[in-house]
């Protein structure tokens, strides 16, 4: 295939890659009303499951309410301060939860389109990898939304600055829907680390020895992308989102010893 080939092969798969975003839009749209209430809002409202849960789990082990995290300040609400905000946002969250609803037609479209460019061996490699990717894009994403999400929201709502009523706290729906976004999409992807360490060991980009080499590096560099990930400053929002990538850096570690040694021992 020629150049110009390659190009309109690429623009179908892209075209039928939206197609799937926006009728995963759609269908979000038919029940968009409850998904606002129940999915949307959901982090930031006092019976949500991640609360009650980890509650529960706090009286279960004998702590008390050690665990019990600080319930939403009454009349916390979201402020829509411009004329189009209800629809713009409306738009975004269709948008933005069809891609991650069709996340793995997507993926399974840039496979089609690279899958011709690889050798029989890395086709062998690279099997299940639609669904191992994906799988690990929902677990990032679930856990921006369950675990991330209610401990950073929670702890923004509950902060104060000064004890003076002339300043009055009132988070925009723009803001926090940025936010939820941003953290869902943030930790999908972080998540995706063991899949690419796999690959790049396959192919001889990466070594176990060259990963345990660059962890002080690497740990540094994950302690920047969990500040940047998270939109709150407090350090209890960082770590929970520090600690997982390291574990997720040290089973990248693991994976890439375990693809090197059968290498190694095919050879």
Known sequence: MTFVDHLEELRWHIVRALIAIIVAAVLIFIKLDWIFDHVILGPIQNDFITYTSLCRFSNWSGLGDALCMPPIPPGYRLLGNTVSGPFMSAIQIGLMGGLILAFPYIFWEIWRFIKPALSPTELKYSRNSIFWVSLCFFLGAAFGYFVLGPFTFNFLANFTLGTTDMYEYKPSLSDYLNS???????????????????????????????????????????????AIITPSPDWTSQMIVTLPLILLYELSIFISARVYKKQEEWH
């Open 180 to 226: 939820l976004l941003d953290l869902m999409l943030g930790c999908a992807i972080a998540f995706e680390l063991p899949i690419l360490t796999y690959i790049l060991t396959k192919i001889g980009l990466v070594t176990p020895s060259f990963l345990r080499t660059y962890r002080k590096y690497a740990f540094v560099v994950i302690l920047i992308v969990a």
